[in-house]
């Protein structure tokens, strides 16, 4: 339809100087257009997601060329049957002057004439005619493919306002100031969610600083953001992917419960949808918008995709190389964002403007120049001794930008100290006297001591401190028989507050390197394990004492665990007795399902005992232990009698057997497993 001007109506002319008026940035956008305009390409694709503002970039685009009395024809793909012909009769202006300028409004309603556009109509264009497509789409492939459009065609990818133009846009609307933060928080710079958020608001009188979209907002928005979508399955593997940090093939085939391929495929096509090496994600405002009407409309399915997505990453951080620790831990806590003290403490930026980096033996002068510039001549000793000791404890933190070293963390593992280990480093020494002093390290368990070093400009909240943080959630979580962590701050360090967050308590015994005082932050990973420790972390918020929501394990010596074992089986057929042993508070019980920790207990001690069956060369020794303790003998005297056994000998299988049961269940209870041999039923 040609545009002119002069024709317009006097409401037209209102709308359209209201229009002018909330139009605000795209400054690049509008250079690309007067540069076409003048003759720099014949052929402009403007894409980008719904609602970001293609169509107010066009009126734009309209009124510019007509002040440069330039023929203006506009064709809307809501209005246009998808058909070439009724597209040539649309758009014949343009093939019959060469100063026409042909707009091409919402084409991803007519897509599918992409390949006829370039291929039959566009190369009759008289020389001077320019043609501005607008789509949710980007152009296809074959654009690039030919040599010939390669250079006559000039893509503009239409994002979000700057933080600059956003806030722009709603002071030409009016909107008041202090609804400004809310709207800009929720809409970041997505021009149709700002607009129609900032009307909504603004017909609210009770609206203010905390003001939060209602559904007709969230509504009108997934109408115009995301439209009608194939199916049901379509609809929530779309949710999911608002709901997670990344999405790939592999999360929906966790979280769904058949087709992940096709979803995946087909979440990657959608316009508002972005592709990254780490997998896909939405446009924000349509990641909050999906999140905001699933909670309202099936708050019990959200929660259940929830803990789906949450179970699938945990699991990976465990599984992970050590390259992907990084991402599934940052993944995970972009699930919990909502958690008060996870988005209090993380800028969300780390993966953009620093990165991690492996140590190399030629970084070991660059860790001690920055550790003496951080803190002091003797922590940077401490560290060149331990960058030769354990050189696969660092990381190291280096701005994408330069390549520069910013910042380094080590998480040393200490297992069997020695005095020179004591003598480089205090803090070392400080962290294995408290282990020894609380609860002592058992035998295959080591300790472990994390640490950083940090330029001045990072510290505190930071991309670097985020990288840090999630280095350290990785390091605890996938650490094989830890019994203790020390997290080491410089004393004051207002990341000691988020440390407690962590279940990581000060040990009170100070360690002093050279003139600088630091506090050690102090977890016993027998007492919470890693599971219920990552539960507490995640779902604990700022202001909750941590230490009340999941009971801490007990942690026994060889000695007193074995005892324990001893006294449970003479109670075995007593559970009122099996409910004050301290093996109910063990891992060894605690890491089972059951509800009942006495219950769990006895079933734990049947299958020891039945175990014992398995291998024939130790059969006597069941059948001494399964007569003592399963069958109901009064007294030892009378289980030898049935047995047929001298006492004496009686006595010495039933010892010989116990003792088996306690190495066995001893084993369980340091390494989580039963002993291979145990398993195979082969010990000699």
């Not at 100063?99 to 309603?109: A, S």
Request: hydrophobic share 45%; with cysteine.
């Amino acid at each position: 339809m040609p545009w002119n001007e002069q024709d317009t109506m006097p409401l037209e002319r209102h709308l359209r100087t209201a229009r002018e008026r909330a139009f605000v940035g795209r400054e690049e956008e509008l250079a690309a257009f007067d540069s076409a305009l003048a003759g720099s390409q014949s052929i402009l694709y403007v894409h980008g997601p719904g609602g970001v503002g293609k169509s107010a970039l066009l009126r734009c685009f309209a009124q510019r060329a007509a002040t440069a009395r330039r023929p203006v024809a506009v064709l809307d793909g809501r209005t246009l049957e998808p058909s070439a012909a009724a597209f040539e009769a649309e758009a014949g202006p343009v093939l019959r002057d060469e100063r026409t300028v042909l707009l091409i409004d919402t084409f991803e309603r007519v897509q599918g004439l992409e390949g006829w556009l370039r291929e039959s109509f566009l190369p009759r264009l008289p020389e001077g005619a320019l043609v501005v497509v607008a789509s949710r789409y980007p152009p296809d492939l074959l654009w690039w493919a030919d040599p010939g459009w390669a250079d006559a065609l000039g893509a503009i990818p239409l994002g979000d306002l700057g933080a600059a133009d956003a806030a722009a846009l709603l002071e030409a609307r009016e909107v008041p100031a202090e609804l400004r933060e809310p709207l800009l928080a929720f809409a970041s710079g997505h021009p149709l969610a700002l607009t129609l958020g900032g009307a909504v608001a603004m017909k609210d009188g009770k609206a203010g600083s905390r003001w939060t979209p209602t559904q007709d907002v969230v509504a009108t928005l997934l109408d115009q953001l995301v439209g009608d979508v194939p199916s049901p399955m379509h609809r929530y593997a779309l949710e999911v992917c608002a709901h997670a940090y990344m999405t790939t093939e592999e999360l929906l085939r966790a979280v769904l419960p058949t087709d992940a391929a096709p979803m995946f495929a087909w979440l990657r096509r959608l316009p508002f949808v972005e592709s990254t090496t780490l997998g896909v994600f939405p446009h924000n405002v349509v990641r909050e918008t999906l999140e905001a009407d699933l909670r309202w409309r099936d708050p019990q399915g959200y929660a259940a995709m929830h803990d789906r997505i949450h179970d699938h990453l945990a699991a990976q951080i465990r599984s992970a190389a050590d390259t992907g620790v990084l991402s599934a831990v940052g993944s995970l806590f972009y699930l919990h964002r909502d958690n008060g003290t996870t988005s209090e403490f993380h800028t969300w930026r780390g993966g953009g403007e620093v990165y991690e980096d492996a140590f190399r033996p030629e970084d070991t002068l660059d860790l001690v120049k920055l550790a003496t510039k951080a803190e002091n001549e003797q922590s940077a000793q401490a560290v060149a001794f331990w960058a030769e000791r354990q050189p696969q404890a660092f990381r190291l933190y280096r701005r994408t930008e330069t390549g520069e070293l910013v910042a380094f963390c080590s998480w040393l593992h200490v297992e069997r100290p020695d005095d020179e280990m004591f003598a480089a480093d205090p803090v070392t020494a400080t962290a294995w006297a408290n282990a020894e002093a609380v609860a002592p390290l058992r035998a295959g368990e080591h300790l472990s001591i994390g640490r950083t070093w940090m330029s001045a400009q990072y510290r505190g909240i930071s991309p670097v401190n985020d990288l840090i943080q999630w280095r350290a959630v990785g390091y605890c979580l996938r650490a094989d028989r830890m019994a203790w962590s020390f997290m080491v701050t410089r004393s004051g360090d207002p990341m000691s507050d988020y440390l407690r967050h962590h279940d990581m308590h000060d040990v009170g015994e100070h360690a002093r390197v050279g003139d600088a005082e630091y506090t050690l932050f102090a977890h016993d990973w027998r007492a919470v394990p890693a599971r219920a420790w990552l539960d507490r972390l995640l779902t604990t918020g700022p202001h909750e004492d941590s230490a009340t929501r999941v009971p801490e394990l007990a942690v026994l010596s060889q000695p007193e665990f074995t005892g324990a074992v001893r006294q449970a089986l003479r109670h075995l057929s007593r559970p009122a007795e099996l409910v004050a042993s301290p093996l109910t508070r063990s891992r060894l019980v605690m890491g089972n399902t059951w509800r009942d920790p006495a219950e769990a207990l006895r079933e734990l001690l049947v299958q020891a005992i039945d175990a014992l069956g398995g291998d024939p060369r130790v059969a006597k020794f069941h059948r001494t232990v399964a007569a003592t303790y399963l069958c109901g003998a009064p007294t030892r005297e009378v289980a030898a009698e049935r047995l047929g056994l001298p006492f004496s000998t009686y006595r010495r299988h039933l010892l010989a057997g116990t003792e088996r049961i306690c190495e066995d269940l001893w084993h369980r209870e340091i390494y989580g497993t039963m002993p291979e041999d145990l398993v195979t039923a082969g010990r000699p």
